[in-house]
């Protein structure tokens, strides 16, 4: 049920992104906490993060097992409902898209601005080359953080229903809304647990790529490029995505202050790249469909 599960919501998204969307009631919570027990202190955060998750992580187990109760149809459906609420990829492929179809037509001003209603970061003079790279550079960190994480938590936590991609998707708002930057210790904690969350997707999304396209290179790039990132799993998921297609990511931008290392081999990605990034990325996600379904007929099979 588990695999079927995954695939229907997996389909559903694809034929019915729901755009970027927000979580309502989860981000008012995240962003009533703050100013309410934020006193400068670690512990606080610790007590937010268990606020705001407990209730929604519990809850939808709670609600899987009393759907599962009357009618495990029931229960499969409010799983395709939890998942469905929790990925968000075809999304990101479609603004993906819109933007290098804007660079590719020479009109930077639009891809800038798109990039900027998308990732929620200004490029106004970063040219075409770094927008091509960014672009790639956003959709394999879209897989990895909307796609494949909820996959492998939902599988890992699968016998508590939907709770795993729950715990998933709150983590990635909550590491998303509370910044050490802007919040201090109080978001101390968030952050950690949003990296020891993304800590086993990420190599796992790292070896898909490897397996997909170029294995050497993309394993090569993996152990020697990706502690150099400035977040460690991202850099595991860029720099063997980058050594799979063969091409250069990373690198300065025109604008922006963060450190940004080479990732990959091969030539700077441009415009002709972007198609190899989307068959990459299908034929990941295949292969994470493929061994799911041998566990489930594995399953069955018993």
């Known amino acids: 049920m588990t695999f079927f599960a995954l695939l229907a919501a997996i389909l559903i998204e694809h034929f019915h992104p729901q755009g970027q969307r927000s979580h309502t009631l989860p981000i008012r919570m995240m962003r009533f906490l703050p100013h309410q027990i934020n006193a400068g202190k670690m512990r606080h955060g610790v007590l937010a993060w268990f606020l705001v998750m407990i209730p929604l992580v519990l809850g939808s187990s709670a609600i899987y097992f009393f759907l599962a109760h009357y009618s495990l149809w029931l229960a499969w459906f409010w799983d395709i409902a939890v998942l469905y609420w929790c990925i968000r990829f075809k999304a990101d492929v479609i603004c993906a898209t819109q933007i290098h179809r804007s660079i590719a037509d020479d009109n930077l001003p639009l891809a800038r601005q798109l990039f900027a209603r998308w990732r929620g970061v200004s490029l106004s003079t970063s040219d075409a080359g770094d927008l091509e790279r960014l672009n790639i550079e956003a959709i394999f960190s879209s897989l990895f953080q909307h796609l494949f994480g909820v996959i492998f938590w939902f599988v890992l936590l699968s016998s508590l229903g939907p709770a795993g991609a729950v715990f998933y998707r709150i983590n990635g708002l909550l590491a998303k809304h509370w910044q050490i930057a802007r919040d201090g210790v109080f978001a101390a ?105 041998l566990i489930a007929l594995a399953q069955l099979a018993r």
Request: glycine residues 8%.
């Open 189 to 293: 904690f968030t952050q950690q647990m949003y990296h020891l969350a993304n800590n086993w997707p990420a190599r796992l999304t790292a070896l898909s790529f490897a397996i997909a396209g170029n294995f050497e290179d993309a394993v090569y790039c993996w152990r020697s490029q990706a502690a150099l990132w400035f977040d460690a799993n991202l850099g595991v998921v860029l720099s063997s995505g980058a050594g799979a297609l063969g091409v250069k990511l990373g690198m300065p931008i025109r604008q922006g202050a963060i450190e940004r290392p080479e990732l990959g081999l091969g030539d700077p990605a441009d415009n002709s790249h972007f198609s190899s990034t989307l068959s990459l990325i299908w034929r990941s996600l295949t292969i994470w469909l493929f061994l799911l379904l």
